[in-house]
């Protein structure tokens, strides 16, 4: 699933071809990829706004119109790209939204396992009020992110998926972010020291802002705007590499299932306990 990179790439790559552009138009195929309000009331609201800017929460696309927000939610296989009318494209195929806008162009949502949603509202609050801090916004400080471990018996890999905690961060970035910590995923939250969590908060940041650099990771059905593959799953530590060298010590990358998630990390850059992370930093 496209987490903070991926999506603010889609985000920058949309804002040249679509801010300014006239929907004249809303057609759908499948009905559940509507989220709200009903298809009818959606394509009656949508039609003759004008996009003025673009946004992101958490792993949402927000495209501001006149009085609504468009937002999106890729899910796993979900793409969004601008194209012109007469234009195919391969992921034409598993188009289910279309929105037509104004001098020919249309804003194309594919998605071919039908997960993702669409909405419009009126009240983003209202629909994205649950969501924890941007990772990489002034709100997320290291006295709340410390706050947000404390008594939590779930593993700290489970927590960073957690959105109402952090928002946007998922099992990708939360591999490579521990292990730019050197804090073992199956470690329990509260477990860590305020030290070790002031490094966790910096890792993470570090993480995704990587992530940003690199245009996200093409690892399944990621693609920006223009079709293209984002490189960052060429340069991470982790994830992704099982039984493959760690970039750091040479040990073999492990992997095992937590928290729901394939969860990647290096078992001697990251101990399994905290005496034994203490012990390593003296060696």
Partial sequence: MPELPEVETVVRGLREPLVGRRILAMWQDWRRSIHSPAPDEFAARVAGQVVRRLG????YILIQLDHDTLAVHLKMTGRLYVAATDARHVADRWVHVRFDLDAGWQLRFSDARKFGRVYLTD?????????GPEPLGDKFTIAGFC??????RLSIKARLLQQEFVAGVGNIYADEALFRAGIHPARPARSLTDDEAARLHD??????QKGIEHEGASINWYRKPDGGK???QHHFFVYGRPEQPCRTCGAPINKIRLAQRGTHFCPVCQ???PEAQRAQRKM
């Fill in 271 to 273: 101990p399994s306990s």
């Fill in 123 to 131: 009240d983003v609050a209202a629909l994205l009020g649950h969501l």
């Fill in 203 to 208: 890792a993470l940041r570090r993480a995704l």
């Fill in 56 to 59: 992101r929460r958490g792993k």
């Fill in 230 to 232: 984002g490189n960052s």
């Fill in 147 to 152: 706050e947000g471990l404390r008594g939590r």
